[in-house]
Structure formats: C-alpha cells, structure tokens
C-alpha cells in the first residue's frame, strides 16, 4: 500500500553524493508510524524494533521516494510492517528498489503502556489487496 511520495532536495544529499542512510531511516520510521495510524483507531504508536534494514541502491537529489508499506503480522498490542521504499520517474513511470526494512509498531496509551490495537477492518483490507497486486 502507498503511504507517502517525497522529493529528495540538495539539502539531503552527503559527501557520496547520495541521501544519508540515517535520513532514509528517519523516514521510513514516521512512514512506519502514518501506516499504523491508518490501519487502526489508535492515537499513538511507538517503534519497538528496526530489522532487516537494506539499501540497495543509492538516492539522488531531484529524486521522487515512494514509501509502501505492507502488514507483515498482526498482534495484539503491536503490528509487524514491511516497508519498501522506491524511486520513482514519473516520465517512464519505472521505478527502483532502494531501501527495505521491517519496522515494529506498539500502540500505547498516554502513559506510554502497550495498548490493545483498535483495527480498521476496511483498512487491512485494502492493504491485504494491494500486496496481491505488488502495489
């Protein structure tokens, strides 16, 4: 499911000429935490666990990111995300794996306790349809 497209700037770009792995992780962590806002009722959700986070190809300034995400496993408490991260060429429409990860979500209360996820059935649905199409 598409959460989130930006544009990479200048500003975001380090001495190889790429954009700096802990920004892309950055990102990926506030698209982690949009994602479960949608699938669920909850107010607030914390990271818990960062794995398997790969980059596979290098980002450039001028460069559209397009952030998916897709539910790897549902708890109560928590949800485990798959996040795929892309670049994008709206000209070719062709896009470029560049960094993938998988990011664990805890939903709390306002004392920061690991509360119960309140789902949004018509939202993992729509997640559970664009994973079979590779959307």
Not at 3 to 18: F, H, K, P, T, W
Not at 23 to 46: C, E, P, T
Not at 52 to 64: D, K, N, Q, T, W
């Amino acid at each position: 499911m598409l959460i989130s497209r930006e544009m990479v700037l200048d500003q975001d770009i380090g001495l190889n000429a790429a954009l700096f792995g802990g920004d892309m992780m950055a990102r990926m962590d506030k698209v982690a935490g949009i994602a479960a806002s949608l699938l669920s009722r909850n107010r607030r959700f914390l990271t818990v666990k960062v794995s398997e986070l790969l980059f596979h190809s290098p980002v450039r300034a001028g460069e559209i990111i397009e952030f998916h995400v897709a539910v790897a496993r549902q708890g109560r408490t928590s949800l485990t995300l798959q996040l795929e991260v892309q670049v994008y060429e709206p000209v070719t429409d062709r896009r470029r794996d560049v960094t993938s990860g998988e990011f664990v979500m805890v939903a709390v209360d306002e004392a920061l306790r690991p509360e119960p996820i309140l789902w949004k059935p018509e939202m993992l649905q729509a997640a559970a349809e664009a994973r079979q199409r590779g959307a």
